[in-house]
T-cell receptor
Framework: GQQVMQIPQYQHVQEGEDFTTYCNSSTTLSNIQWYKQRPGGHPVFLIQLVKSGEVKKQKRLTFQFGEAKKNSSLHITATQTTDVGTYFCAAPLNAGGTSYGKLTFGQGTILTVHP | DAGVIQSPRHEVTEMGQEVTLRCKPISGHNSLFWYRQTMMRGLELLIYFNNNVPIDDSGMPEDRFSAKMPNASFSTLKIQPSEPRDSAVYFC?????????????FGSGTQLSVL
């Protein structure tokens, strides 16, 4: 079935280094969302991108949506230990018809930050 | 609002026993989703409802799994009989209108261990 591919699966960085995770789809996406899950926690919504080429920033986090609306990235500048967790992209993938909010999640990138 | 409420938080049971997971979505939300999370398979959508009606249960792994939503404020996911491979974290999530452009609100999850 349709999937959202996310890489890398794991990323270990030293505190202060940058971090980037990427998502790719074979089909054009109506929108893409990003979630963060802290260890032992549940996914929490970060942001949604809708427009082609859209770039949004949240403090040290920068989110981009590709021009073709088939890929997206999340970049964290100068990571901190509070950034530790798993970052997921998610998108509505429906072969026609209404998705009713159904989201397909990427595999997630587990970020470890060493102090 | 208290958010999406799931119970129990943890469940330990023996193989062959029936397990019932419960979810109370955010009041006013029309779509409800059950996800399962494992290290191997990530976040998998099992089933989702819109206005209490099951829309897509293609993610339900086997006939041992069933889900109901008798009213707008309550849903259950039942596994009967349970097996060790069902061990996972089960998340319930809801969204306001289910148009595909809205974020999901996740509950804290149920950690299920089947011995």
């Amino acid at each position: 079935g349709q999937q959202v591919m996310q890489i890398p699966q794991y990323q270990h960085v030293q505190e202060g280094e940058d971090f980037t995770t990427y998502c790719n789809s074979s089909t054009t996406l109506s929108n893409i969302q990003w979630y963060k899950q802290r260890p032992g926690g549940h996914p929490v919504f970060l942001i949604q991108l809708v427009k082609s080429g859209e770039v949004k920033k949240q403090k040290r986090l920068t989110f981009q949506f590709g021009e073709a609306k088939k890929n997206s990235s999340l970049h964290i500048t100068a990571t901190q230990t509070t950034d530790v967790g798993t970052y997921f992209c998610a998108a509505p993938l429906n072969a026609g018809g209404t998705s009713y909010g159904k989201l397909t999640f990427g595999q997630g990138t587990i970020l470890t930050v060493h102090p | 609002d208290a958010g999406v409420i799931q119970s129990p938080r943890h469940e330990v049971t023996e193989m062959g026993q029936e397990v019932t997971l419960r979810c109370k979505p955010i009041s006013g939300h029309n779509s409800l989703f059950w996800y399962r999370q494992t290290m191997m398979r990530g976040l998998e959508l099992l089933i989702y409802f819109n206005n209490n009606v099951p829309i897509d249960d293609s993610g339900m792994p086997e006939d041992r799994f069933s889900a109901k939503m008798p009213n707008a404020s309550f849903s259950t996911l039942k596994i009967q009989p349970s097996e060790p491979r069902d061990s996972a974290v089960y998340f319930c999530a809801s969204s306001p209108a289910g148009t595909g452009n809205e974020k999901l609100f996740f509950g804290s999850g149920t950690q299920l261990s089947v011995l």
